[in-house]
């Protein structure tokens, strides 16, 4: 059952930072609302804010200079936020801001190839399992330290990349290998190593 406009308006006064934040997280909030409790002093209220799939995209960009890691790290997980936005989501100090952006589809390429060298092995793994990763940010994981999963990952989705980009069967690993020592993402079906890594197969 919605509440009613009326209602959100009324709540969004309350003197209970509880029902503030409900009223922040609701779907229907009007804009207006919105915009008011961006400004609240409680930052679960601001979080709120910044978690909505219909908040204003300039309340976010708003709240991404907010002075609590955890309202940023959530305006980097939204999905509307703009991807200038993320990008500079994507240098901030904060460990947890800097995985929300690795892991939201809207990150510039630019910004997760930058992850890829900068975050932790969290938002490393983030940047591994991120669609839009570039092939060469994908590389360098792929040959980071073993121990870290963002590299395991990497290695595999390296694998099915090389594979898919170049027509080589799954069961081909000499093949991948001797690919995956160049700098593949910028080869053809013709280039001579690519052929002799087929006759591998």
């Not at 997280?25 to 804009?31: D, F, I, L, R, W």
Request: glycine share 6%; proline share 4%.
């Amino acid at each position: 059952m919605n509440t009613p406009e009326e209602s959100l308006l009324s709540l969004a006064d309350d003197s209970d930072e509880f029902v503030r934040a409900t009223v922040a997280g609701n779907a229907n909030a009007p804009a207006r609302v919105l915009v008011r409790l961006a400004r609240d002093s409680t930052e679960d209220v601001r979080w709120a804010v910044a978690s909505n799939a219909n908040v204003p995209v300039v309340v976010l960009v708003g709240l991404a200079q907010d002075a609590n890691p955890t309202v940023r790290a959530q305006v980097a997980g939204n999905t509307v936020v703009p991807a200038a936005t993320l990008s500079e989501l994507a240098k901030d100090q904060d460990e947890g801001v800097k995985w929300a952006v690795a892991g939201n589809g809207r990150t510039p390429p630019k910004a997760l190839s930058d992850l890829a060298g900068t975050g932790d092995s969290a938002t490393k793994l983030a940047v591994a399992r991120n669609s839009g990763t570039p092939a060469n940010a994908i590389q360098r994981l792929a040959e980071g330290d073993r121990l870290i999963r963002a590299t395991e990952e990497a290695i595999e989705r390296r694998r099915a990349l090389i594979c898919e980009r170049f027509d080589i069967g799954d069961d081909c690993v000499r093949g991948v290998n001797m690919i995956a020592k160049r700098e593949w993402w910028e080869l053809d079906q013709d280039a001579p190593v690519v052929q002799a890594a087929k006759t591998l197969c």
